[in-house]
């Protein structure tokens, strides 16, 4: 079964740092480019970023807010993702969700999505 | 950065109605948009990619169009597992590489 299974996420004072992971499973991990959406309590989506495949140098890109606190990484031999997350801020509170970059989509759509892991950012 | 406005922002409808979405990018960003489906407590589930083409397993019923500007998102027949949010999503070789819409939720009528 293609899947991804996050882990990691809870509760962290303003200023500290989480990091969550993103296990795959099911599919050639190491053939897809990989995304971090997050969505805050009864909002919309947000993009958080992207790590390229090693083919693309595993180039990785960042969404405004999170540019210069958040590393997107992973590790193709564990076909694992992860999202280091340090300065968090109580705006960053919100569900992170993996998901998977489809190929051969010119939009790039988020074809397989992980199960969601809450991030809380409160003293 | 591209905008992303999708309306209406809730729409309420009834079993068997034909339901229209549209999201309008502030610039033209061809056909490298995306449809998605969430309900309250999951992820977000792929309809549509690349404007009009049907992810696989999604009942035909969900059909996309549009290219440049202006896309819609159509319904043929509302049925009851359809009631749930509806989000758009462009990409762009900039950042941010993507870009949601604020969502439209269907709400039954």
């Known amino acids: 079964e293609v899947q991804l299974v996050q882990s990691g996420g809870g509760l962290v004072q303003p200023g500290g740092s989480l990091r969550l992971s993103c296990a795959a499973s099911g599919f050639t991990f190491s053939d897809h480019y990989m995304d971090w959406v997050r969505q805050a309590p009864g909002k919309g989506l947000e993009w958080v970023g992207r790590t390229r495949n090693k083919a693309n140098s595993y180039i990785t890109r960042y969404g405004a807010s999170v540019k210069g606190r958040f590393t997107i990484s992973r590790d193709d031999s564990n076909n694992s993702l992860y999202l280091q997350m340090n300065g968090l801020k109580i705006e960053d509170t919100a569900v992170y969700y993996c998901?998977?970059?489809?190929?051969?989509?010119?939009?790039?759509?988020?074809?397989?999505w992980g199960q969601g892991t809450m991030v809380t950012v409160s003293s | 950065d591209i905008q992303m406005t999708q309306s209406p922002s809730t729409l309420s409808a009834s079993v068997g109605d034909r339901v229209t979405i549209t999201c309008r990018a502030s610039?033209?960003?061809?056909?490298?948009l995306a449809w998605y489906q969430q309900k309250p407590g999951k992820a977000p589930k792929l309809l549509i990619y690349d404007a009009s083409s049907l992810q696989s397993g999604v009942p035909s019923r969900f059909s996309g169009s549009g290219s440049g500007t202006e896309f819609t998102l159509t319904i043929s027949s509302l049925q009851p597992d359809d009631f749930a949010t509806y989000y758009c999503q462009q990409y762009n070789s900039y950042s941010p590489e993507l870009t949601f819409g604020g969502g439209t939720k269907v709400e039954i009528k």
């Open positions: 998901g998977r970059v489809q190929l051969g989509s010119s939009s790039d759509a988020l074809d397989i």
């Open positions: 610039q033209s960003i061809n056909s490298w």
